[in-house]
């Protein structure tokens, strides 16, 4: 079984520059790939990024290309996000997910079998 914690959000005005964490334990194997996904209030879920921990190789959904770096601290069982930019359409509640590597796609991040209970990030602009 696999338990993640994100923290790490809050509210910033349009421009400014957030970090999120996601505390990661249980079985290493089920959690090679570890991505973030989000839900805008009153839409659906989508997306963010995703990095494959074999490897490092990261993907992103176009809205956040060169905003958001993914990155993780395999030792300390830690993966981040890091949003700088941020813009009123990123406000959502952030999620981090995991799962093994045969399921290691963008567009199945949101799909991940393993979740976190999320974080609110909100961007007034």
């Known amino acids: 079984q696999v338990q993640l914690q994100e923290s790490g959000g809050g509210s910033v005005q349009a421009g400014g520059s957030l970090k999120l964490s996601c505390a990661a334990s249980?079985?290493?194997?089920?959690?090679?790939?570890m991505g973030w996904f989000r839900q805008p209030p009153g839409k659906e879920r989508e997306y963010v990024a995703y990095i494959y921990l074999g490897n490092g190789y990261t993907s992103y959904v176009d809205s956040v290309k060169g905003r958001f770096t993914i990155s993780a601290d395999n030792a300390k069982n830690t993966l981040y996000l890091q949003m700088n930019n941020l813009k009123s359409g990123d406000t959502g509640m952030y999620y981090c997910a995991a799962a093994a590597s045969s399921s290691c796609r963008l567009d199945l991040v949101a799909q991940f079998p393993y979740r976190g209970q999320g974080t609110q990030v909100t961007v007034s602009s």
């Open positions: 249980g079985a290493t194997s089920s959690r090679r790939c």
